[in-house]
């Protein structure tokens, strides 16, 4: 599979502002995606990026650099409930659509 | 809720049968996934279909086979299961061209 990088875990406070990155190799690059999943959950959609540039979501954002193979996650006034798993996914090449996972994100909300 | 059921949901097999899990949409999407989830590892694909009949191998194949006979109805059978393919299974489907995949509630696999 492709090497996809993000950090294991992050911890923040309730109210915090927390960034989470991801790096993958430039190579064939269409696409990049982010889900969350709560524990014992299904992933569910949060954000797509494909062009340079920030896309903001109400209290999230992403941000990719197609040059840099880095894009990151943000998540703005934590809320407890934001206490879950982030995945980051690539599209690599044109022909076929296979998304290659990042192994996920901890992030937990502390009071 | 992109109509996606997975069943069954908990399965506690022995090592060496055969084991069938079923996906159902009741969209009649074209593109379906079989991915599997294992700690330190995130989703990783093991087979996919783009239409009936029409299936692939994903990056982690061995020891699978899928089967989609129906739009809606996309099977993956471990033909004799394993401890090393104890993990959650998870489906998702495809709209269209770059839409994001959604994803079903997941099966959760024992092999003893």
């Known amino acids: 599979g492709q090497n996809i990088d993000q950090p294991t875990e992050m911890t923040a406070t309730e109210g915090a502002i927390v960034q989470i990155n991801c790096t993958y190799q430039?190579?064939?690059?269409?696409?990049l995606f982010w889900y969350q999943q709560h524990a014992g959950e299904a992933p569910t959609f949060l954000s797509y990026?494909?062009?340079?540039g920030l896309e903001e979501k109400g209290r999230f954002s992403s941000f990719l650099s197609r040059s840099k193979g880095y894009s990151y996650l943000l998540l703005k006034e934590l809320q407890m409930k934001d206490s879950a798993s982030y995945l980051c996914?690539?599209?690599?090449?044109?022909?076929?659509?296979?998304?290659?996972f990042g192994a996920g994100t901890t992030v937990t909300v502390r009071a | 809720d992109a109509g996606i059921t997975q069943s069954p949901r908990h399965k506690v097999t022995e090592t060496g049968t055969p084991v069938t899990l079923r996906c159902h949409q009741t969209?009649?999407?074209?593109?379906m996934y079989w991915y599997r989830q294992d700690p330190g590892h995130g989703l990783r694909l093991i087979h996919y279909s783009y239409g009936v009949k029409d299936t692939d191998k994903g990056e982690v194949s061995d020891g699978y086979s899928v089967s989609r006979s129906k739009t809606e109805d996309f099977l993956l059978t471990l033909e004799s299961a394993t401890s090393s393919q104890t993990s959650v299974y998870f489906c998702a489907i495809r709209t269209e061209d770059n839409s994001p995949l959604h994803f079903g509630n997941g099966t959760r696999l024992t092999v003893t």
């Open positions: 996914a690539v599209r690599f090449g044109s022909n076929d659509y296979k998304l290659s």
């Open positions: 990026n494909v062009l340079d």
């Open positions: 969209e009649n999407h074209r593109y």
């Open positions: 430039t190579s064939g690059f269409n696409g």
